[in-house]
């Protein structure tokens, strides 16, 4: 595939007959004549393009029989000149085209955010547009340095930026900070806690002094180990298992599935520097319920550099909504799946011992209920208050 700067510089494409066409191809390489896009037609000819000077050269070489040369037809920039040598009007259209594209090229049409995880892009778009960094800003003035340091002063949670501009297209670079873990202090006198209530089955206790024990039902709240141990404070720390008990409820509608009507419509835009201009007629969409699926393309340069100019289009296709299939047996199955990760969320490593399910159902809609018992770790720490340490 020819590059961009060959398709600007262009050439003239031309047909060779002649007996022997690799040897003429190869003395042709020895004088530096450089043929392109060479294709074979029949054993006796080929197809090339090669440049304007080149195609003079063998014009000339072509005077001693050797072979027969006819030229096609002219492309790229020198044939655009040719064609408006001696036209006022289209070569100075012709020149304000380029001139158009060239100036177009030094402002940014493209950015993209890259290396942010926990920070939104548009938060980051937005905080560069406050800073005059935005879509059309002219690439050669923008100073890197300080539009990095002033978002980074915006956008607490970032690290480092970066702006790195290639003809029209801008890469934002992110870095975020990495919170520090906050480490608990095991000098601090503290007792230990239930997170939850339950029947305790098991005990660890590595520091203080239990005040329950095996067997014993506590409710949330409730110290199962003290810090005050005789005459000093310590930083009680134990493992507390228990058993717990769980019930649970979710309710949906009952499940349906998309079935398309047929019904097409396309909605046609143009967007020039931002701004959104409709090329349909008609815009509007009269159905309650459809699926719409936009496409975007940008204009490029030959380098590949983006123009100030997209076209947009979006395929709209209306759809109803009927019971499935499978519609009850599919929604029970989806709310117990959904309780169950909602209980292995609550009990963190701890383990289910028994789970039940009940189900009902009213007005389109399915209701289930889990029932669960589990044995998980209910030990949790909080710092002594004044009168526990006195």
Same mark, same amino acid.
């Given at each position: 595939?020819?590059?961009?700067?060959?398709?600007?510089?262009?050439?003239?494409?031309?047909?060779?007959?002649?007996?022997?066409?690799?040897?003429?191809?190869?003395?042709?390489?020895?004088?530096?004549?450089?043929?392109?896009?060479?294709?074979?037609?029949?054993?006796?000819?080929?197809?090339?393009?090669?440049?304007?000077?080149?195609?003079?050269?063998?014009?000339?070489?072509?005077?001693?029989?050797?072979?027969?040369?006819?030229?096609?037809?002219?492309?790229?920039?020198?044939?655009?000149?040719?064609?408006?040598?001696?036209?006022?009007?289209?070569?100075?259209?012709?020149?304000?085209?380029?001139?158009?594209?060239?100036?177009?090229?030094?402002?940014?049409?493209?950015?993209? &955010?890259?290396?942010?995880?926990?920070?939104?892009?548009?938060?980051?778009?937005?905080?560069?547009?406050?800073?005059?960094?935005?879509?059309?800003?002219?690439?050669?003035?923008?100073?890197?340095?300080?539009?990095?340091?002033?978002?980074?002063?915006?956008?607490?949670?970032?690290?480092?930026?970066?702006?790195?501009?290639?003809?029209?297209?801008?890469?934002?670079?992110?870095?975020?900070?990495?919170?520090?873990?906050?480490?608990?202090?095991?000098?601090?006198?503290?007792?230990?806690?239930?997170?939850?209530?339950?029947?305790?089955?098991?005990?660890?206790?590595?520091?203080?002094?239990?005040?329950?024990? &095996?067997?014993?039902? &506590?409710?949330?709240?409730?110290?199962?180990?003290?810090?005050?141990?005789?005459?000093?404070?310590?930083?009680?720390?134990?493992?507390?298992?228990?058993?717990?008990?769980?019930?649970?409820?979710?309710?949906?509608?009952?499940?349906?599935?998309?079935?398309?009507?047929?019904?097409?419509?396309?909605?046609?835009?143009?967007?020039?520097?931002?701004?959104?201009?409709?090329?349909?007629?008609?815009?509007?969409?009269?159905?309650?319920?459809?699926?719409?699926?936009?496409?975007?393309?940008?204009?490029?340069?030959?380098?590949?550099?983006?123009?100030?100019?997209?076209?947009?289009?979006?395929?709209?296709?209306?759809?109803?909504?009927?019971?499935?299939?499978?519609?009850?047996?599919?929604?029970?199955?989806?709310?117990?799946?959904?309780?169950?990760?909602?209980?292995?969320?609550?009990?963190?490593?701890?383990?289910?011992?028994?789970?039940?399910?009940?189900?009902?159902?009213?007005?389109?809609?399915?209701?289930?209920?889990?029932?669960?018992?589990?044995?998980?770790?209910?030990?949790?720490?909080?710092?002594?208050?004044?009168?526990?340490?006195?």
């Amino acid at each position: 595939m020819p590059s961009a700067s060959e398709r600007l510089r262009g050439g003239v494409s031309v047909e060779i007959e002649c007996p022997h066409p690799e040897s003429l191809l190869n003395d042709c390489a020895r004088r530096g004549i450089v043929f392109r896009e060479l294709a074979r037609v029949s054993p006796i000819s080929f197809t090339a393009v090669v440049s304007s000077r080149d195609s003079l050269r063998l014009r000339a070489l072509s005077q001693n029989g050797r072979f027969d040369m006819a030229v096609r037809r002219g492309a790229g920039v020198p044939a655009l000149l040719r064609a408006a040598r001696g036209r006022v009007l289209p070569a100075a259209l012709l020149a304000l085209v380029f001139l158009a594209i060239r100036v177009s090229a030094m402002f940014v049409w493209e950015i993209e &955010v890259q290396g942010n995880e926990r920070t939104p892009s548009y938060v980051i778009l937005g905080a560069l547009r406050g800073r005059g960094f935005d879509y059309g800003t002219f690439g050669p003035s923008v100073v890197s340095e300080a539009i990095a340091d002033s978002v980074i002063l915006d956008i607490p949670q970032l690290r480092w930026l970066a702006v790195n501009i290639r003809g029209s297209h801008a890469d934002v670079l992110v870095r975020e900070r990495v919170d520090r873990p906050e480490l608990a202090d095991t000098r601090e006198p503290s007792m230990v806690c239930a997170s939850k209530g339950g029947l305790i089955v098991r005990m660890s206790v590595l520091d203080g002094e239990p005040v329950r024990a &095996v067997g014993d039902v &506590v409710a949330a709240g409730d110290v199962l180990v003290t810090g005050a141990v005789r005459a000093r404070r310590a930083a009680a720390s134990a493992e507390i298992w228990a058993r717990t008990w769980y019930e649970l409820t979710a309710k949906a509608p009952e499940m349906s599935e998309k079935r398309y009507t047929g019904a097409v419509t396309r909605r046609r835009y143009a967007v020039f520097a931002g701004k959104k201009i409709n090329l349909s007629i008609n815009s509007g969409i009269e159905w309650a319920n459809y699926d719409k699926i936009t496409s975007e393309r940008t204009l490029r340069l030959p380098t590949g550099s983006a123009l100030p100019f997209m076209l947009v289009t979006e395929r709209c296709a209306e759809y109803e909504m009927s019971p499935a299939p499978d519609g009850a047996g599919g929604t029970e199955s989806a709310l117990r799946q959904a309780l169950l990760d909602r209980l292995r969320g609550l009990i963190g490593d701890g383990e289910i011992r028994a789970v039940a399910f009940e189900t009902s159902r009213a007005g389109g809609a399915a209701a289930v209920t889990l029932r669960a018992e589990c044995v998980e770790q209910i030990a949790a720490r909080r710092p002594m208050l004044a009168p526990e340490t006195e």
